[in-house]
């Protein structure tokens, strides 16, 4: 089991940048896959970016692609979201979250473990 941590969330205005960071404890962090995933109110819960265990194989959602950048740091057991030019639109709660799989998915339901979230808010 891991357990996840995020932090880095906050105000920002449109065209700035905030970077996010998801400390994990536990079992060893680079056996899995991370994602990102952020919900707005009213919404469902979207997959943002997802890296490999090994940092090789990263995906993103069309709507962040050129402006979001996900690492991982394996050493210091955490992974990061890098924003850059957010819009209004990117206002949610993000989470961390990490899967056992092998491949990257998009899809929430392959991950098994959750952070409880951290506020991004951006003004226009």
């Known amino acids: 089991q891991v357990q996840l941590v995020e932090s880095g969330g906050g105000l920002v205005q449109a065209g700035g940048s905030l970077r996010l960071s998801c400390a994990a404890s536990g079992r060893s962090f680079s056996l899995y896959v991370m994602g990102w995933f952020r919900q707005a109110p009213g919404k469902e819960r979207d997959f943002v970016a997802a890296?490999?265990?090994?940092?090789?194989?990263?995906s993103y959602a069309d709507s962040v692609k050129g402006r979001f950048a996900i690492s991982r740091d394996n050493a210091k057991n955490t992974v990061y979201l890098q924003m850059n030019s957010l819009k209004p639109e990117d206002t949610a709660v993000y989470y961390c979250?990490?899967?056992?799989?092998?491949?990257?998915?998009?899809?929430?339901?392959?991950?098994?473990?959750w952070g409880q979230g951290t506020q991004v808010t951006v003004s226009s």
């Open positions: 979250a990490a899967s056992p799989r092998i491949a990257v998915y998009t899809s929430s339901g392959q991950y098994n473990y």
């Open positions: 890296i490999s265990r090994s940092g090789g194989d990263i």
